[in-house]
């Protein structure tokens, strides 16, 4: 009987990643009911991961994904539910509000109809959404995280803006003006990772389902840089709104990834926040308010005198022959960052399993110790000249939390050689710390 109750359970957290749950098994009464689809759906992240990349390397010969690419777009993936640790989700939140205070009906939450009709609503909410994102540019600064990634992979998938969900709440308040909000929890999820799925290139065509469908071949159009593929296919689960709102195109060409103008760094506190930071400089170079306003809230490429979504004049033309940033960097330095990624990887986890049983200063200060290992593995991969120094710092910061067991190993077997790692991955850049401080010294002379 158990064997049967977690095959099912099997079942139904991989149908979930491709939006095949039926009403029945997905409708309940209260929130409090709603399975964490997203958080249960790691185990199929990872397996789909991992296939694609020996599927991939079975048909090009190569790697799908590169290692500092890869740790970038998971650890944007990490960032973005952080939030949650703290608080619930903004969608929700502001959902139960609007359906507590100023419902005008209310459908029954049992019902197959409006199970659909929520799906439909959930969907279309996140067309605009998206489409908003692309064409308000205080939006766009926290989706461009999104995009930043010039591969398209499922690691991509996981690239998430930690701010967008600030916002994104705005667009499904009419939903819960008569969908019940437990309904509307279960397809904000799937809605979510139905997407999963979809960033790869490995799937080529699905036929007559093009046509209702967002697929991998809709959606590496909309990931493109190319002319022709910016501010199109919009869609979340269904690429019938696109269609109907003309913000559809097919993949022609070969798609070139990423942003218009690449930020070329895997930094990933610069990741996410570059872009209000850009913002800010070019409205303070306009004298009127106006200009000053319609920078922040007009399309990114929009100057004055230019209509509100700006034109693309001055976009860099994409010959095809575009490489995406990947520097060099030795392959020891690779399996030290992957394996320290992995350990914050697992403290991520245990952090998310245990919550409840923690204070709200032990999660803050664990959230804190997550941003500093993540940014601390970009700056090595970026090979910046202070990151000798932020690493050993960190190295200090994980051995006092070892000793004071906030951070602890997969498996009770693995402890002294954990700790025994992380001890000479102290010793190790706080020499390499020590013999840059002369050429320091030098350069402040």
């Not at 991992?50 to 991939?56: D, K, P, T």
């Not at 019938?240 to 930094?267: C, H, M, S």
């Not at 007009?298 to 010959?319: A, C, E, I, Y």
Request: charged letters at 15%; glycine letters at 4%.
């Amino acid at each position: 009987m158990a064997a049967a109750v977690e095959s099912g359970s099997v079942s139904r957290g991989f149908r979930a990643m491709f939006s095949m749950l039926t009403p029945n098994e997905s409708s309940f009464e209260k929130v409090e009911e709603v399975p964490q689809y997203v958080q249960q759906a790691t185990p199929f992240f990872v397996g789909l991961m991992v296939l694609e990349m020996v599927v991939g390397a079975l048909k090009t010969g190569g790697s799908v994904v590169t290692v500092s690419d890869g740790l970038t777009s998971i650890s944007a993936g990490m960032i973005s539910r952080l939030p949650a640790l703290l608080m619930r989700s903004c969608e929700l939140t502001a959902y139960i509000y609007i359906w507590d205070h100023f419902r005008l009906v209310e459908l029954p939450w049992d019902s197959a109809w409006t199970w659909w009709l929520t799906f439909l609503g959930v969907d279309l909410g996140y067309y605009w959404v998206h489409r908003f994102a692309h064409e308000v540019s205080i939006l766009w600064a926290a989706h461009q995280v999104h995009h930043s990634s010039e591969y398209y992979n499922l690691t991509t998938a996981l690239r998430q803006s930690l701010t967008q969900q600030f916002a994104s709440w705005i667009f499904y308040l009419p939903l819960a003006l008569a969908l019940p909000p437990s309904i509307f929890a279960v397809h904000l999820q799937l809605n979510l990772l139905y997407q999963f799925w979809i960033h790869t290139e490995l799937i080529r065509d699905l036929g007559p389902l093009e046509w209702i469908l967002n697929t991998p071949k809709h959606h590496r159009v909309h990931h493109g840089r190319n002319l022709y593929c910016i501010d199109k296919n919009y869609g979340g689960i269904l690429i019938i709104w696109d269609r109907l709102f003309g913000t559809f195109a097919l993949e022609t060409e070969k798609v070139i990834y990423g942003l218009v103008f690449p930020i070329n760094t895997f930094q990933i506190v610069y990741v996410q926040f570059h872009y209000y930071k850009y913002l800010w400089r070019k409205s303070n170079t306009y004298k009127k308010i106006s200009n000053k306003l319609s920078a922040f809230f007009k399309g990114p490429s929009w100057k004055p005198g230019k209509p509100r979504l700006g034109d693309h004049l001055n976009t860099p033309q994409v010959t095809g022959k575009e490489v995406p940033h990947d520097p060099s960097w030795s392959l020891p330095l690779q399996v030290y960052v992957v394996i320290h990624f992995l350990l914050v990887l697992w403290t991520y986890h245990e952090l998310f399993e245990n919550k409840m049983m923690l204070s709200q200063l032990t999660i803050l200060g664990m959230i804190s110790y997550i941003l500093l290992t993540l940014t601390s593995l970009g700056f090595i991969i970026d090979r910046r000249p202070t990151s000798a120094f932020l690493e050993m710092l960190r190295c200090v910061v994980m051995v006092t939390m070892q000793r004071h067991n906030y951070v602890t190993p997969p498996s009770p077997s693995l402890a002294v050689p954990t700790q025994a790692f992380v001890s000479l991955s102290l010793l190790f850049w706080a020499l390499q710390s020590f013999s840059q401080l002369p050429s320091i010294k030098r350069k402040a002379d």
